[in-house]
């Protein structure tokens, strides 16, 4: 089998469901599985699959395990040589994944690709980036972002400063929509992020590893993206929101793990930009 789609379902089953009525509308010229992996949502998940997708290979934890564990049992499960993790948010058209798998297969030194996310008035997301520093959550999270120095040090970091509707190498890539080989989620995907960074992380092992991360921006998928996690008071969030409390636990578990390690000399923020 080429290609299993992975799909990580917490309390979004209706989003789901109407993701998988356009993905079994496409007839594609390889062999193909998607696999639906709950992390004990209790949204009825599993009767909505039964009922109207019976040919989906449905996993149920009794638990929530959190993004990486969750996606990985998927890909335990998954039969195809390369994986798609596909957020239930996200609508990418039958063109969209063939140009995908066919470019990590026609490049050997691909790890990981990614099309241009887009919103529903088809502007462009920001969802590559280069790797951060500690500044991170101060002028991603909070109002320090608006600075002189915040709005530097964004441009940078949010790569602004090429054309996103062109192919390019680049550090990391949100994790809504990419695909890879199987092998390197196996290698490369760490379960001890629960839910954030973990696509920052990924990339960087991928890097460290002799393989590039690339973004397509010739081709796109529809993001139906909401900042869950994001506040301006940084102190409110830490004290008041959970997901921000995720957050910034799986940012200080990223800065331990690589605060010994330089970043790797091919990746793109070592080298000069055009």
């Known amino acids: 089998m080429e290609l299993s789609i992975i799909i990580l379902n917490y309390k979004s089953a209706n989003l789901i ?11 594609f010229d390889f062999n193909s599985e998607i696999i639906v992996v709950d992390n004990n949502s209790g949204d009825n998940i ?19 395990l959190g993004y990486v564990k969750g996606n990985n049992i998927g ?3 998954a039969q195809g040589k390369y994986v798609s993790i596909l957020n239930p ?23 990981l690709v990614a099309p241009r996310l887009i919103n ?3 502007s462009t997301q ?24 915040g709005q530097k040090w964004l441009h940078k970091f949010l790569m602004k400063d ?36 973990s696509d920052m992380d990924l990339c960087r092992n991928l890097w460290n590893n002799g393989k590039a991360v690339y973004y397509l921006g010739n081709t796109s998928a529809l993001h139906l993206h909401q900042k869950a996690s994001a506040e301006k008071n940084i102190f409110h969030s830490i004290l008041f929101n959970k997901l921000s409390k995720i957050h910034l636990k799986d940012w200080l578990y990223y800065l331990r793990k690589w605060k010994k390690q330089d970043l790797p000399k091919s990746c793109p923020s070592n080298i000069k930009q055009n």
Not at 163 to 181: A, E, F, P, R, T
């Open 126 to 149: 920001e969802t590559c980036y280069r790797f951060p520093d500690w500044h991170y959550p101060f002028y991603r999270r909070t109002s320090l972002g608006k600075t002189k120095s």
């Open 89 to 111: 948010d996200i609508r990418i058209e039958k063109k969209s994944i063939e140009e995908l798998l066919n470019f990590i297969q026609q490049h050997p030194d691909a790890g």
């Open 17 to 27: 469901k109407y993701q998988l009525t356009k993905l079994y509308d496409y007839n």
């Open 46 to 64: 599993e009767k909505i699959l039964k009922k109207n997708f019976p040919q989906v290979k449905f996993i149920k934890s009794d638990q929530n």
């Open 75 to 77: 890909v335990k499960n």
């Open 120 to 122: 529903a008035d088809q």
């Open 162 to 197: 090429f054309n996103h509707q062109s192919i390019k190498k680049v550090d990391w890539i949100m994790g809504s929509c990419y695909i890879l080989k199987k092998e390197d989620v196996y290698k490369h995907h760490d379960p001890n992020f629960f839910m954030y960074l």
